[in-house]
């Protein structure tokens, strides 16, 4: 059986560009991809944190170092600039290797510095 489980993730990164007539996708700091593990041209889900929508589009690269989040095309009216955002990515797996899988997760601080690289998403407590 397989499952389909997260791969990796940016957690509170910031929109830096909106640009409703660039072709399609999110342009993402190469950067960050290389932190999440996430592919150029690989499909992506993005929630944004500020107003609750949930879209999916693909990522393409945004020049090395730049701290760019460039959400592009008819996603843009999904999202503004300063919207803090989570991009994830998934992978399909056989349910063994899935249970024993831990995702790349990136977190930012408010300038989209990247705070911390970790290997899996914090227990919930009460």
Do not use: W
């Not at 349910?95 to 290997?119: E, G």
Request: charged content about 20%; overall charge neutral.
């Amino acid at each position: 059986m397989l499952r389909t489980v997260l791969q990796g993730k940016l957690h509170r990164v910031n929109v830096t560009q909106a640009d409703l007539h660039y072709e399609g996708s999110c342009a993402i700091d190469l950067n960050f991809m290389e932190a999440a593990g996430i592919l150029e041209y690989e499909a992506i889900d993005i929630y944004n944190v500020d107003n609750g929508q949930r879209f999916s589009t693909y990522a393409i690269a945004a020049e090395r170092g730049s701290k760019i989040i460039s959400v592009n095309g008819a996603a843009a009216r999904l999202a503004a600039v300063g919207d803090k955002l989570i991009i994830c990515s998934y992978v399909q797996m056989e349910d063994s290797a899935a249970r024993t899988h831990k995702p790349k997760v990136a977190y930012f601080d408010a300038d989209n510095t990247m705070s911390r690289i970790a290997k899996a998403v914090p227990v919930q407590v009460a």
